[in-house]
């Protein structure tokens, strides 16, 4: 790997990572889901600063070319990235139905209380004539 090449990698990581903590610092991005992203960006500068990480990890997996590595690596960042996403889209679903199930039943609470004051204004007025 080139030295330029070497850098670009450096500069564009450390770029990842100013960009998730301004997100962070400006609330658009919940720490929770921030993680996965600064996991991977500090791993891309590991990536970057020491390219001698990513051929020991290609030697241990027993793959032929770094470049597989770091694609086998994107596509796992990515299914976790996907199952986290889905994760909190369900929990959401889930909150959002219980949330029109309790308005509902608020709903129901404040008709039937309605009536009750409505039928005992009726009477009320039946009893004053």
């Known amino acids: 790997m080139t030295l330029q090449l070497q850098l670009y990698m450096l500069f564009g990581a450390l770029v990842l990572l100013a960009v998730i903590f301004v997100l962070l610092k400006q609330g658009k991005m919940a720490v929770k889901y921030s993680l996965l992203w600064l996991g991977l960006s500090v791993v891309l500068v590991i990536f970057a600063a020491c390219p ?21 690596l994107m596509f796992c960042f990515v299914l976790v990235v996907l199952l986290s996403l889905s994760i909190t889209c369900s929990q959401l679903a889930e909150k959002s139905r219980r949330l029109v199930q309790a308005n509902a039943l608020l709903e129901q609470r404040v008709r039937t209380l309605e009536q009750q004051l409505a039928a005992q204004d009726t009477k009320n007025d039946a009893d004053g004539m």
């Open 52 to 72: 001698y990480v990513v051929f020991v990890l290609r030697d241990i997996l027993d793959i032929q070319i770094p470049v597989n590595l770091v694609f086998l």
